[in-house]
């Protein structure tokens, strides 16, 4: 009760100082705007536009009911989530954040997930798109394509282990969708002509022509990427006034201290400390960061930015959720512990990936050339989220069908 009465106050004294900071400072802040700005054309607006609109077609299409009801067997019992979080994931996992909150919010308004669910799926869907990790990360940043590998599976793995973690999260509620019962063992067998019935009765429902519905799609995630763009501003201007009034050294020199405790390298402070605001700008600082660090522990603070997200993708994440009853607390928690995952899975896969050799072969396949790089990059990823797809389907297909020959096995 009395941090709601002190937050409004509280916040307001912080505001005020920001926007003095700006009359004291205001060619540095418009400089800052303005490099905020060019990170989201040049990068966010190319990047996550076309996978908004295509998320809201697919819906409106009933593409994802479809995939809802063959991606149970899979996402139940691993995740306990429906099916269609499955689908969710996998457009997470491709196109970056803030897609799988975005693709989440819609399923709680359609009454596809409940609650519980939806705080779960949030949970970890939310991760860097490879396109970055890959190109940006790894080649622009450390100049060193070899550990994509590597951090690529200290990242999507962290974030895995996370979703199995939340699948513990609020195991005490009714945690079943209506809409997203598992089936009775006797209706596997049927579940294709279920799940086709299921994005029939969806495109009934929406009932839209499909330019309507494209026009629409268009339209919701043209707001939604006004948003993204303006919380990227807004968190770009707020590290150089924070930078300014001399906060950004006092918190450097605390994550000095806290990182000289721990064993780690002192100088990754700027890094952490620049990514707890700004995922790019942290990322960027890690790669650059003084050579006489040890390169593990460049990556390994890289993977813990990349993981955390940044305040600027938490606020763009709790504007998304406002409102669909979502709670931002389980994603922030589940954002901090998906970042000690990723630093501590780097530095313990980091001998066993760079001395096996992998990360050399990883270089030659052709899908990690098309990733990193920039010209390719939406076809790499729509191909990316095929396969996503389709071996998640696979998956599925044969948890199902060991069901059906273990009943079978039993019958007999």
């Known amino acids: 009760m009395l941090l709601k009465k002190i937050a409004g106050p509280l916040l307001g004294l912080i505001f005020a100082g920001c926007i ?27 990047s996550l536009f076309p996978f908004f ?12 009911h479809l995939f809802g009801a063959l991606l149970d067997p899979l996402m139940r019992p691993l995740f306990n989530i429906p099916g269609s979080g499955g689908f969710v994931a996998a457009m997470g996992y491709v196109s970056g954040y803030p897609v799988g909150a975005k693709l989440t919010a819609k399923l709680r308004e359609q009454g596809l997930v409940n609650r519980v669910e939806g705080e779960r799926l949030v949970a970890f869907t939310t991760s860097s798109d490879p396109i970055f990790l890959l190109g940006a990360v790894s080649v622009g940043f450390f100049h060193d394509a070899s550990l994509g590998l ?13 979703g199995l973690l939340m699948s513990f999260h609020g195991r005490k509620e009714h945690t079943l969708s209506a809409k997203n019962q598992t089936p009775p ?13 299921s994005m029939a009765e969806a495109r009934r429902r929406d009932g839209r022509s499909f330019g309507e519905l494209l026009m629409g799609a268009v339209q919701s995630s043209l707001l939604l990427i006004i948003v993204v763009g303006g919380l990227v501003v807004f968190f770009t201007v707020l590290m150089e006034l924070l930078a300014r009034a001399g906060i ?3 918190l450097f020199g605390l994550t000095d201290r806290i990182l000289s405790l721990a064993g780690f390298p002192p100088e990754l402070s700027a890094a952490l400390v620049s990514g707890l605001f700004e995922v790019t700008l942290g990322a960027r600082s890690a790669g650059e960061a003084t050579a006489s660090i040890p390169l593990h522990f460049k990556a390994a603070a890289a993977a813990f930015i990349l993981s955390w997200g940044g305040l600027s993708v938490h606020a763009q994440v709790a ?5 669909t009853g979502l709670r931002y607390l389980p994603f922030m928690l589940a954002r901090l512990v998906h970042a000690f995952l990723s630093a501590g899975l780097l530095l313990l896969l980091w001998k066993p990936v760079i001395s096996s050799g992998l990360s050399e072969h990883w270089n030659a396949l052709p899908a990690a050339s098309g990733l990193a790089s920039p010209a390719s990059a939406f076809v790499s990823s729509l191909s990316l989220l095929g396969l996503l797809l389709g071996g998640a389907l696979l998956l599925s297909l044969l948890i199902m069908l060991s069901g059906i020959a273990a009943r079978t096995w039993r019958r007999h």
Do not use: C, K
């Not at 809201?56 to 593409?63: A, D, K, S």
């Open 20 to 46: 003095l900071l700006m009359l004291a400072h205001p060619a540095s802040a418009l400089a800052a705007a303005l490099r905020g700005l060019a990170i989201w054309w040049d990068v966010l607006f190319p």
């Open 53 to 64: 609109v295509i998320s809201e077609i697919m819906l409106g299409l009933g593409i994802v």
């Open 150 to 162: 590597v951090l690529a599976l200290a990242h999507y793995g962290g974030g895995l282990i996370v």
């Open 185 to 197: 063992s006797g209706q596997n067998a049927g579940r294709l002509r279920m799940a086709l019935s």
């Open 248 to 250: 950004m050294s006092t």
């Open 319 to 323: 504007s998304i959720l406002n409102g």
